[in-house]
């Protein structure tokens, strides 16, 4: 089947679930996923089901697991919508959940089946749900199912796809490729080729610089007048004419083109790759780039404001820059705290644990350990460990140097032994889960024999 076939195959599927939602004349519960394509999904189905004059409410999860299926089946709701997580725990929700249930994922189905069940999964279209579209790119079929009017949040199906990875080298494919097209088409976005640094339509560019960690540029990364006077060794003015602050699209190609090979150089010698660092930027209408927007909707998850998130995907942008202050200071506590504690770290041949217990908050505990292993640890795999406050369980994260290693997989039978059943999914070269507290040594010494 080509890719438009299977499309279409998506979009029949969409239509039938369509109509149970159209349908549903009582209080309906959106449940989606705390990360930037769940935000995304979230957002779509919240603005259509706006269109559409229904009553509903929305709130977010970290992990759909057993524990928050439970509690969901508490609440009061004549229809359950899940987005982007549900497909994995079909049997879970059809044991608890008693009322129609809508699932819009995109990650590998269960196979099971009931007559309240109105599932929408791309893998069943022949569509591979890991790289050629996401759970926002789902969702956006279904709106576009149930109203004319969600045509216009289709840039949002394309940040949903960028924040689960599914454009490696900042190319895109499958699904997703169309839906980029027609979002082109539309202009909704808009590409162009240049530097991919972040805020280059939004910020300054010596702040643009500042806040660059890849490359990190010694007295040039977190340091504003160091990234001042970086421009101005390389005959870039910060200002214009008139006094204003220039942005990177305010440069010349020029330019543009000298500074960018500063970078790449510096980059490289980190062990960059130049297509990482230069190719294609996708602007959004709200001036961010959809890489960059997706990391402020990321942000916005783990600072436990998937709600704020929301609104910036419907437009309400103010505020993305605070998210983005308070965000990176998170981590860099994070760091600094883990860096204190490398004594506690256990390293192996192949892989270094950092023990983060209660110290170190599980939202940021990934972005922490691949922080760590570009310069802290000599290791190719790095497992970190962080408390989940006030639950028996610790979460765990998995980072690899080279993206070969299938860190997931490894985590997965480890998680078998131990006897936690389900574990979360990842792509290649990080994953992530979570496992009852306590289980950590037996992790360690288990890990090392499945890598
Ligand atoms: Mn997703």
């Not at 359950?80 to 819009?104: T, Y």
């Not at 504690?341 to 939202?363: A, H, L, P, Q, W």
């Not at 980072?399 to 998680?415: E, I, M, Y």
């Amino acid at each position: 089947m080509d890719a438009k076939r299977k499309v279409q195959a998506l979009a029949d599927t969409a239509a039938y679930v369509a109509q149970a939602i159209e349908k549903e004349s009582g209080h309906i519960k959106i449940v989606s996923h705390f990360d930037a394509d769940g935000i995304c999904a979230g957002a779509i189905i919240y603005k259509t089901l706006e269109y559409l004059s229904k009553d509903f409410e929305i709130s977010f999860v970290k992990q759909l697991g057993k524990e928050e299926i439970v509690e969901i089946a508490r609440e009061k709701y004549t229809m359950l919508i899940f987005l982007d997580v549900g497909s994995g725990q079909l049997a879970l929700i059809r044991e608890h959940i008693h009322v129609p249930v809508v699932v819009v994922d995109h990650h590998p189905p269960e196979e099971c089946r009931w007559d309240k069940l109105f599932h929408l999964n791309p893998h069943h279209a022949g569509i591979d749900g890991a790289n050629e579209i996401s759970g926002a790119g789902v969702a956006y079929v279904l709106a576009r199912s149930l109203s004319a009017q969600s045509k216009s949040l289709i840039d949002l199906a394309i940040v949903g796809a960028a924040g689960d990875m599914q454009c490696p080298k900042g190319i895109f494919c499958g699904v997703n490729l169309l839906l980029l097209e027609d979002a082109e088409y539309t202009g909704a976005i808009r590409c162009e080729k240049g530097l991919k640094l972040f805020g280059r339509y939004t910020r300054p560019v010596h702040k643009a610089i500042e806040y660059c960690t890849e490359p990190f540029i010694e007295n040039v990364s977190g340091n504003e007048s160091g990234a001042v006077q970086f421009l101005s060794e390389l005959g870039i003015n910060v200002v214009d004419k008139k006094g204003k602050w220039r942005k990177l699209c305010d440069l010349t190609a020029d330019e543009e083109k000298k500074l960018s090979t500063v970078l790449v150089v510096e980059y490289v010698a980190c062990g960059g790759r130049a297509d990482e660092l230069i190719g294609t930027i996708y602007k959004l209408k709200n001036d961010y780039d959809v890489m960059e927007f997706s990391s402020v909707l990321n942000a916005c998850g783990r600072l436990e404001k998937p709600l704020l998130g929301v609104k910036m995907c419907l437009g309400a942008c103010e505020g993305s820059e605070d998210v983005l202050l308070e965000y990176r200071r998170k981590i860099a506590k994070a760091v600094t705290c883990a860096r204190r504690m490398r004594k506690s770290f256990i390293v192996t041949d192949k892989v270094t644990y950092v023990m983060g217990g209660s110290s170190i908050d599980e939202n940021v505990i990934g972005t922490v350990i691949s922080i760590l292993l570009k310069r802290d640890i000599k290791t190719q795999v790095a497992v970190g460990f962080g408390c989940v406050k006030g639950e028996k369980w610790v979460k765990v994260s998995l980072r690899a140097k080279s993206r070969g290693v299938d860190l997931g997989d490894a985590a997965h039978k480890v998680a078998a032994q131990i006897g936690c059943g389900a574990y979360g999914g990842g792509h290649s070269g990080a994953a992530g889960g979570r496992i009852p507290k306590g289980s950590e040594m037996r992790f360690v010494e288990l890990f090392d024999g499945f890598l």
